[in-house]
């Protein structure tokens, strides 16, 4: 058969999309780079020189000049929370301000158009920006306009609230702190209008719950942050009903905008273990699998184990006790949020039914139990599972082996691995100079041979895949994100965890896609793979490591659609 003349097999070979006249990652030539490539039905269909690529434009065929410009197969996201993110965005976002009449004028205008009765939501400031690190009802008062607000800051470990909704929360010089947190008080006791870790909760539980529509607003506004960033696909590290988290389930959201046909992004949902419902809740997680599907670009064929807290609120479960901050032992260790008899009853059970497990660790006793627990499981159905472990704080040393070993994805955010005042104020002291130094061993687990996947955990902290890997090829902040001139900015944290870069685009690429089931059909730039694509503005391979975060992306191509830039 013919079509106006030519013969199937070269109307076949004419593309959608062709890049031409750049530099394209591929495994497919020894050097590692082609000149083009050419795109058909969401797929790559030929990677090579321009001129052999020219064979594929048709009339119809779009063409992209990639002008010298590197494309890379587009990023994943191995640990990310979407639809909160959005949320964020959408609600009164007050990232990357600095001083405290910024954050004042940007919450007046974004009261301005908030019905009366509405709560003053969102956030993202910095302490830096207040006197003494922290901000007060008083300043808050001033342009909420009688409203309750409740704003945490940029690491969610803080909130600025005011008058109103300490009001509401009935917070007075009388409440006491709770265990996990702390009321900021000024000298008489008086609260203030800070509140710290578990104290946030006080008002946090007030805060009503978003409706169906705004969730579905927050993940579409997500789905093109992220496209922004070069990211095409994630694994959403918490879909379910987390009491006391104050996460909204987004089960039905990312449902519903796969039927509407709303998604670019591919989503691998890690489904809510609660710890206080047992085994009997593997049918319900099992139903929801069912429910999503596999042949969708929603997927929830994931389950999220949350093993332990965080250090910085000695939460944590560490092998030995925390420090006093003056270096003498405390009676206190954290401890297990799941009883390791019942999480290697649970592991049992879901490997059995094909789930992957997602565990998310810090301490490193937890560490050490997540990699124990996997160990009892069969060998192929340990490495059929893409089973991974997340955040990876604390990893003793007994245990850097281990994921190699026993086939476990080490599943880092690297943006943390720097000296921030985080680390450097909320974290080295209580844990000393000998776990100091075991914290986020990138590069000492990837040199033992474990497949090392990255995520961001956005809106924890940034979303943005090319602030991450300045940090994991330079164990310092970029100038983008850090204050310039501090020991985040300057002083390497633990340098010899520091890796390639080419090693952190492989773990935000093929490593997330191998995460994700996915990666004989993503994650690299080759005939018959998925066309995602990322186009940078600066050639990762060529600027020196100090540069790479000030690199953007100007193209995305997310099964060959493009989602962000415009040629
Ligand atoms: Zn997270």
Redesign the pocket.
């Known amino acids: 058969m013919s079509i106006g003349g030519t013969t199937e097999t070269e109307t076949s070979k004419i593309a959608d999309l062709v890049l031409v006249g750049g530099k394209v990652r591929t495994p497919t030539h020894p050097s590692g780079f082609a000149q083009a490539a050419a795109i058909s039905g969401g797929v790559i269909t030929a990677v090579g020189a321009d001129e052999q690529i020219r064979d594929h434009v048709g009339p119809r065929t779009r063409v992209v000049n990639l002008r010298g410009r590197l494309a890379i197969p587009a990023f994943g996201d191995a640990?990310i929370?979407p639809v909160q993110g959005g949320l964020e965005s959408l609600r009164c976002n007050l990232t990357g301000m600095r001083t405290r009449q910024e954050y004042l004028d940007a919450i007046a205008a974004y009261c301005a158009a908030l019905p009366g009765d509405a709560w003053v939501l969102g956030g993202g400031w910095s302490m830096p920006g207040f006197p003494g690190g922290t901000p007060t009802a008083a300043d808050l008062d001033t342009v909420t306009g009688g409203r309750p607000a409740f704003l945490p800051n940029r690491d969610h470990h803080s909130a600025w609230v005011n008058t109103a909704a300490l009001t509401l929360a009935g917070i007075t010089e009388r409440s006491e702190d709770p265990v996990d947190g702390r009321i900021e008080r000024d000298h008489a006791g008086v609260p203030t209008g800070a509140l710290h870790e578990g104290a946030m909760h006080m008002v946090g539980n007030l805060v009503p719950a978003a409706g169906g529509e705004e969730l579905t607003r927050g993940l579409l506004a997500a789905q093109q942050h992220l496209h922004s960033l070069g990211i095409t696909n994630v694994q959403d590290?918490?879909v379910g009903v987390a009491g006391g988290l104050g996460m909204p389930d987004v089960f039905g959201t990312y449902l519903r905008a796969d039927a509407d046909g709303q998604l670019t992004l591919r989503v691998t949902g890690s489904l809510w273990w609660d710890r206080f419902r047992g085994l009997g809740q593997i049918a319900d997680l099992l139903t929801r699998r069912e429910a999503a599907g596999i042949a969708n670009r929603f997927r929830a064929t994931t389950v999220k184990l949350m093993l332990d807290g965080v250090c910085e609120t000695f939460t944590a479960a560490m092998g030995a006790p925390y420090l006093d901050g003056h270096g003498h032992p405390t009676d206190h260790a954290g401890s297990l949020f799941i009883d390791p008899a019942e999480l290697s009853e649970a592991a049992a059970q879901l490997s059995g039914l094909g789930f992957q497990m997602h565990f998310h660790a810090i301490g490193d006793l937890a560490i050490t139990v997540a990699l124990d627990t996997l160990a009892t499981l069969p060998a192929a159905r340990r490495v059929s599972g893409r089973h991974h472990i997340a955040h990876l704080q604390f990893i003793s040393p007994p245990d850097l082996d281990r994921f190699a070993r026993l086939g476990v994805v080490a599943n880092f955010q690297p943006l943390w691995a720097c000296e921030d005042d985080q680390n450097t104020e909320l974290t080295m002291p209580f844990v000393g100079p000998e776990r100091a130094a075991w914290q986020y061993r990138i590069g000492a687990v990837l040199r033992r041979g474990a497949r090392v996947a990255f995520g961001s955990?956005w809106p924890?902290s940034s979303a943005d895949p090319l602030q991450e890997m300045h940090v994991a090829v330079n164990r310092v902040l970029s100038a983008r994100l850090g204050e310039p001139g501090t020991p985040e900015t300057t002083t390497p944290l633990l340098p010899d965890e520091a890796i390639t870069v080419d090693a952190a685009i492989d773990a935000f690429t093929r490593g997330v896609a191998y995460v994700n089931h996915e990666e004989d059909a993503a994650g690299a730039l080759a005939p018959g793979m998925l066309a995602d694509v990322a186009v940078l503005d600066q050639d990762l391979y060529a600027i020196p490591a100090a540069e790479i975060g000030s690199t953007s992306v100007q193209l995305t191509i997310a099964a060959g659609q493009v989602v962000h830039g415009d040629e």
Request: aromatic share 0%.
């Open positions: 640990h929370h590290a918490l955990d924890v």
